[in-house]
């Protein structure tokens, strides 16, 4: 395995890999709905996370760790980058979970979730 220092061995992909863990509430939902979200990765197709879910990821990690600021420029890229996103999703599942939206970021949402 690759550290953050070194260059990646034989056989792995450089970058960085978030787990999910199952006991975090917006977890299986998220898993669940990327069954339906298989972008080409020019390999195969893959279940990946929808954006509105890594915004509720995102939002989730920020809360629990505000000094995290990878999360924080996380969402402001999704936000400036992804045009066509459900927000009627995301404000549901974010009152849900009682999360606000970081404040450093929430210039960079869209209306609808400000």
Known sequence: MATEDSSPQSGELPGLIDILLPEIPWVSEAVERAHNNLPDLGFAKVPVITPEDLIIAESYAAQNSPDRFQDLDDLKHLFLRV?????????????????????????????SLR
């Open 83 to 111: 045009s066509d996103l459900d927000t009627d999703y995301i404000r549901r599942k974010l009152q849900l979970l009682g999360l606000p939206i970081p404040l450093p970021v929430l210039s960079f949402a869209p209306e």
